[in-house]
């Protein structure tokens, strides 16, 4: 047990080296990025609903959760995303392969507890821009990452609370190119932050029985309002353009940038659901999360602007006969949802 976990461990480390950089959307080019689904391919499945915990599937989205375990539970997603880009005169396809979630859940009797390593946001986008004579093309990397965890109790076999601190991390970098036409030099400015802070998630989950073969359940969620700390750095540069289109750097000069604190929005989830257990499940979410806080760190740009955000899930399962030895699609589990943000 305990070698399989320090096994787990390892892997979380190395997994941060592919954690970032999970998108080509050029909404990345806001904030801090495009947010990351955060759950695993069960609650994909479902349309992104956390409401629904068994004793055997780990759910990262609810704290409470993940005292329903009732086995060590290990944890891996990844996703390979294709994307096609489109404007009034070019269309262009990309693609990106990004780890999606990487965790394992341990119960302890009334306790379970969970730990691991998620993307939060990614960015990755390239954008061009002309006025007049002068073209500017943007372009940036990264995102942040949470290794969390989570620890959960459940006070009567109907009712969990449970808490979750994330440590996240990570950086950005933008970089915009300017350059005119006849004119051999240009400027480039770059621009890097390293994001890190704590957050804070609270869950509760309660489930009961409303008839001899219907289960109710239902769960909130809440993340607090918190600051992160963002360490800015940004030097400019003068390019030689060659005639082959090669770049030579003539000038660069480090210029000094104050660190800032970044607001990490507060967040609140609440969902219900119902179903037969074992057979079928039917649940919805609704999310309120105070995006408007957000800010663009390097660019000013007069024209954006944040607004908050709502997501609205709903999704479920259906088993045909959880106990068939004979027949084994009687025994799939068959997934569905849909979800607006």
Known sequence: MTKQIIIAVFLLITGVAIAQEGTTSPY???????????????????????????????????????????????SLGASHKYTSLNTDTENRKVSTTSLDYLAIGIPMGKFGASFGLIPYTSVGYELSSTSGATTTEYSGAGGLNKAFFTLAYKITPELNVGAEVNYNFGNIENTAFSSQDSVQYATREFNK?????????????????????????SFVTYTPETNFTSENRRAVSTILVGDNGGLAV???????????????????????GIGKPKQWFLGLEYTDQKTSNFTNRTFDIDIVEFNDAAKYRIGGFYIPNYNSLGNFWERVVYRAGFRFE
């Open 250 to 272: 003539i000038d660069a000069e480090e210029i000094d940038v104050a660190d800032t604190n970044f607001t990490f929005p507060s967040q609140i989830t609440v969902g219900a």
């Open 28 to 74: 990345s080019f806001y904030g801090i990025g495009t947010l990351k689904f955060k759950g695993t391919a069960e609650n994909r499945a479902m349309g992104g609903i956390s409401v629904y915990s068994d004793s055997i599937h780990l759910n990262i989205q609810n704290p409470a959760g993940v005292a329903d375990l009732r086995l060590v539970n290990y």
């Open 193 to 217: 932050s390293d994001l890190l802070g704590f957050s804070f998630n609270f869950g509760a989950s309660y489930k009961t029985m409303v008839s001899e073969n219907l289960e109710l359940m």
